[in-house]
DNA sequence: CAGGTCGTGGACAACGTTGTCCACAAGGAT
DNA sequence: ATCCTTGTGGACAACGTTGTCCACGACCTG
């Protein structure tokens, strides 16, 4: 970028089905017939075509061609995520690539950050393109102004969150049903001061999480004490931050339950600093990398982002080829994975 | 996907220029100045067909766009990774969203799997769509297969590892000066029988890290044992395995070179389960989530992906507008961060 | 008041492809 | 020998947009 000479402007346009065309002897038609596989051709002359081909490196112009097919398809889903550096969003990206991958169809991917502005500008990012289909991690409360989209003809599905005020297949966790067997698992220790550490209530998910905690203590007949409930954090830092002040707290608890991987991190994080990361109790919602390396091993509700993108993007594909039938939520279950931290008994 | 009963095909048309021009009684032409912020439309026209836009939440087609536009641009990328899934290669793409983000301009991706084929597939797939520019780490030997796609005019910048065969610009690490400081940090430590544990020889970063590391011994004056140098493992069980054995064969390292990310969380998990890892000093190149949490925490040599992410976009960017200029490789600097495992003395 | 300029808006072709239709030659059936 | 089918290949329009050009009326100048 330093030495701006601008020199030569890159020339060389690319074959078209004329170049071809001209290079084989006929007419350009003929040629798509080859490209297309139609029949129609007389062997002699497609192979003469297929030569020039080869020869010129003719790639079809997909844009000319989606915009001339009766079905208008371009062959590209959009993929839109929390955070595709976070991961959970990259293991289903890749698994929703590896679905993709034999399709032909290539994925265009963008990350939301919990904005739901964001959110409107990818859609119409990805809608402008003409993607076939759109495979979302909500950020905003609601998803009716997708409605259009969905008349017209775009496929969408909905990952991690279901999807509200729009009727379109979701795949989520068992996150209520983890989330107490979480809870369960630590009362199972001995637990009665279980702490909740979660996102900020306005999320599904985080919402399901939090009334799995509550169920379980309920019908275990331990009341909830909300000076142990903190709803709000978000990332390690400030969930480090407020498990430090809760375990320095007048009535700090015995066992936490962290309903989020990067909170788990935090909790941890803060554990370690105090001291406490043998003697304090840890269950985390989504596994991640390293759990099990920690000392004391992480015990978690493990997702299976793997299996979530894959199902999804099945989904997703079957509407696109034109499966009619009602949206259902798909649900994925979650699995507890003990490994020591959750495993800590009560003092 | 089980009641398969097809009854509405998806109908609605989406509106086109002409749609809006009926309803906002001008030429479709109007329409088009008014979309592309064109002079010559009196304000009040303008502000009906706004008005019309609006109402019918027109959305123009960006295939048939770049399809006439005179530069052809389609205001997309590819970006070919490794692996989307890998941490490393996640920063990278999230660096690449943020810098093509206020462009505009929308980021394909798929992952590579260090398969020569695949790469060909990918590049002939987003050349297909006509993509501005590609971001490509390297899984082929020879790049040079895309001298044609440069002519083309598409843009490409290559990342982690420099192109070969092909002059382009290229965004890379400091491979070989990193992996020596590495060295001599355990040398430092009193260590002399320092094992290398490397990717296999035929990726270039791979090599460069084992020149690195070469040096230092010899620049130390500490002769390179054949039989403290592993090269090939290129996953977590793999490493864990090579670790292993070099570990508790007769002549066992009392320090760990781990040359990639992966191979050093092989290479630790083996360390625990021989009870080593307070022993055996570690370092490793390429940071990774959880390496300050771990105990002991795991010294590394940091690369900076969000930087190189950055940088490349930026480099591939202003390819695409035009600068010209000899293609350069560009170095980002790593960084020695001393945690603990790096710092065990030799017995 | 004639002539030129300018602001405004539309007609038309073109981008590269696919879908529809038709022309032409060869072969079989009547 | 005539008709019809079949195989083969091309002409043409269309997809939705942008680029070029021109027509029209209003305004200013001499």
Redesign the pocket.
Known sequence: MADVTDTSPPSG?RP???DVAARAQ?????V?RV??NEP???P??AARVRTAIDELRFE??AG??S????DGRTASIGLLLEDVANPYAASVQRAVEDEARPRGVMVFSGSLDEDPTRERELVRAFTARRADGLLLMPASADQGYLERELRAGTAIVCIDREARGLAVDSVITTNMAGAAEATRHLAAAGHRRIAYLGDRPGIPTAEQRYQGYRSALEGLGIPVDPALVVQGPHDVASADGTATALLTGPTPPTALFAAQNLITIGAITALRRLGLERRVAVVGFDDFPMADLLAPAVTVVAQDPAAIGRLAAKLLFARIDGVAGTPTTHVVPSTLIRRGSGEIPAA
């Open positions: 346009r078209t089905l004329r006929v007419s350009f038609k003929t798509s490209v297309n129609g051709v007389s002699v002359l079809p112009n000319a061609r915009l001339r097919r009766s």
